[in-house]
């Protein structure tokens, strides 16, 4: 998918003569829209980094809650197993 050409960058494209400064003024607003666009992926990707953090978390208090849960196995069967001795 190509983007559409400003007339600005149409007509450098098809090599016309420019006004004095609007050369400048067509990379100036390329610019400023790839500027843009990293904000817009520097965004996303600091959501991201939380978003794995997060998980990250929660992954961590599940494999607590299991190692929890084996030592309560553990000590049940422990507690079972002298009780009937």
């Given amino acids: ?11 450098v494209a098809d090599g016309m003569q420019l006004p004095v ?3 400048e003024f067509a990379e100036k607003a390329r610019n400023s829209k790839l500027e843009e666009t990293l904000q817009t992926k ?5 959501s991201l980094k939380k978003e ?4 990250m978390l929660i992954l961590e ?10 030592e309560f196995r553990k000590v049940y069967f422990l507690l079972i ?4 001795s």
Avoid: D
């Fill in 81 to 84: 197993f002298c009780w009937w």
């Fill in 42 to 46: 520097e965004t996303i990707l600091n």
């Fill in 21 to 23: 400064g609007a050369a």
């Fill in 52 to 55: 794995a953090k997060t998980s």
């Fill in 61 to 70: 208090q599940n494999i607590g809650v299991e190692n929890l849960e084996e």
């Fill in 1 to 11: 998918m190509y983007a559409k050409l400003t007339e600005l960058e149409q007509k």
